[in-house]
């Protein structure tokens, strides 16, 4: 089955801390994984996808396919990147299925 | 370009009423997808559509028609609202094929509430 898993609902750091977000994934061959946010009273919008490599608002994730992770880092969290963040995989019929979010909450 | 529009942005209904929930884009994209959010569940695929004239179901499509007539256009309709289907709705698009087209482009969502 294809799934995404994104175990904490609720991730809450003080800034400057560094944040994790945890992203594990069902699939079989190889994946095309996103990050998107959605940001308060706004609507989701991509952060980031792995075949790109990208740092987006120096957010990363590196695709670890042993452990079939993908998990989104920031080295210092600030106030603004609170937000829910989806994980989603594409899956083999082209569908984006999406993991249940996290919530980051970046206090002050 | 206005991108993903819907409407409407709130609506309550009562057990048993239908209603439509309209979506369109204007950035002539193939694919367009019904997703519902509801909390600790993330976002769950509804219907979704490859082009004009096609359409296929999602994870949760019962309870919800789709069509897909034009390019633009992709309305969801709630056949009998039942308490169940009290949600976030999200319309996406995306052009389609592979690499970067993959990335959706979200509107901003219907907050819908049956009673």
């Known amino acids: 089955a294809q799934r995404v898993t994104q175990p904490e609902k609720l991730l809450s750091v003080f800034k400057g801390a560094p944040v994790e977000l945890k992203c594990n994934y069902s699939?079989?061959?190889?994946?095309?994984l996103f990050w998107y946010v959605q940001y308060s009273r706004q609507r989701l919008q991509l952060l980031l996808r792995?075949?790109s490599r990208e740092s987006i608002k120096g957010f990363t994730a590196d695709l670890n396919k042993g452990e079939t992770s993908f998990h989104l880092k920031k080295p210092f969290a600030q106030e603004e990147d609170s937000a829910m963040y989806y994980c989603?995989?594409?899956?083999?019929?082209?569908?984006?299925?999406f993991g249940q979010g996290t919530t980051l909450q970046v206090k002050p | 370009n206005a991108g993903v529009t819907q409407t409407p942005k709130f609506q309550v209904l009562k057990t048993g009423q239908s209603m439509t929930l309209q979506c369109a884009q204007d950035?002539?994209?193939?694919?367009m997808s019904w997703y519902r959010q509801d909390p600790g569940m993330g976002l769950r695929l509804i219907h979704y559509s490859v082009g004009a004239g096609i359409t296929d179901q999602g994870e949760v499509p019962n309870g919800y028609n789709v069509s897909r007539s034009t390019t633009e256009d992709f309305p969801l309709r709630l056949l009998s609202a039942a308490p169940s289907q009290t949600s976030v709705y999200f319309c996406?698009?995306?052009?389609?094929?592979?690499?970067?087209?993959?990335?959706?482009?979200f509107g901003p969502g219907t907050r819908l509430t049956v009673t």
């Open positions: 792995h075949i």
């Open positions: 989603a995989l594409m899956s083999n019929t082209g569908k984006l299925i």
């Open positions: 996406a698009s995306s052009p389609g094929g592979g690499g970067s087209s993959y990335e959706q482009y």
């Open positions: 950035m002539n994209h193939e694919y």
């Open positions: 699939y079989s061959g190889s994946p095309e």
